[in-house]
């Protein structure tokens, strides 16, 4: 009787134990995600096509259905819960606006500059058709032409690649031509450079393709040193022998030092 006794102990212990680990597995098995089956859900979607780092305005967006699949917790069903947001990617017309497409409270524009970057902002003049094509998070090479004498402009390359953060149009000249502000996440070296470029002649940019954009092993930022002061860098002093004395150069100086002959034992 007693052996009974202790093997239905035994089995309902067993059965007991499987149970509870049944229960324990379904209670930290992760719950599938709410998906969108009910196609007539109205979402926020884009109106236009928006470019990244662009303030969300009313004309932008739109309600039409949720597309089927997608997880119905990162979409918007308000227009409110949009408007005056900052995008923080390209959302193409006709997408539905999901939360990671957008800022966070408390995130800006500021966020889109690299870890040891400056944001410098450069005035520039360009055609209609080439400003359509700037905006936040392509890249561009910024070129200077100056004057380098009478008649004589030169025209060297400042940055190579540079990312784009804001682009904003501040007017339109005669001829078709846009004035602009582009803000660049630049280096230290390369602020120093722009900010004296400004003061020495215009500025332009060349935009690349969207397939480069993410070469970013291609950026350079140019010194004021390899531009503009290479021969200051490369001041030498050299002594040339002459007949009756020696010729020091000091950069772009020379000054000759004759020698004393009574002094040096000779006639």
């Known amino acids: 009787m007693a052996r009974i006794k202790n093997s239905f102990v035994l089995m309902l212990a067993i059965v007991t134990g499987v149970a509870a680990f049944i229960i324990s597995i379904n209670f930290i098995k992760p719950q599938k995600e709410a998906v969108v089956t009910d196609t007539g859900t109205m979402v926020v979607t884009a109106a ?10 009313k004309k932008d967006i739109d309600l039409l259905p949720a597309p089927s699949g997608v ?29 990671l497409d957008l800022y966070e409270e408390g995130e800006s524009l500021a ?11 450069i005035p520039v003049t360009m055609s209609g058709s080439l ?10 090479d910024v070129l200077l032409t100056y004057r380098r004498g ?16 804001d682009v ?4 339109q000249s005669s001829g078709g031509e846009v004035q602009m502000s582009i803000t660049l996440a630049v280096t230290p070296e390369g602020a120093k450079t722009l900010a004296f470029a400004m003061e020495k002649g215009t ?25 503009f002061f290479q021969e200051e860098e490369k001041t030498y002093r050299e002594l040339i022998p002459t007949q009756d004395g020696v010729e020091t150069i000091r950069g772009l100086r020379k000054e000759k030092q004759k020698f004393d002959s009574e002094r040096m034992g000779t006639s």
């Open 150 to 165: 009478m008649g004589d402009f030169q025209t060297i390359t400042l940055v190579k690649n540079a990312k784009v953060i």
């Open 131 to 140: 400003s359509k094509l700037v905006y936040a998070g392509n890249r561009v």
């Open 203 to 227: 500025l332009k940019v060349a935009v690349y393709s969207m397939e480069d954009v993410e070469r970013e092993e291609q950026e350079r930022f140019f010194t004021l040193k390899e531009l």
């Open 168 to 171: 904003t149009q501040s007017g």
């Open 71 to 99: 997880n119905a917790k990162i979409l918007f069903t308000e227009m409110n819960q949009v408007i005056g947001k900052l995008s923080r990617s390209n959302i193409s017309k006709g997408t539905a606006i999901r939360t």
């Open 48 to 57: 236009n096509d928006i470019r990244i780092g662009t303030k969300i305005l």
């Open 111 to 121: 966020s889109l500059i690299p870890p040891g970057y400056r944001a410098m902002s």
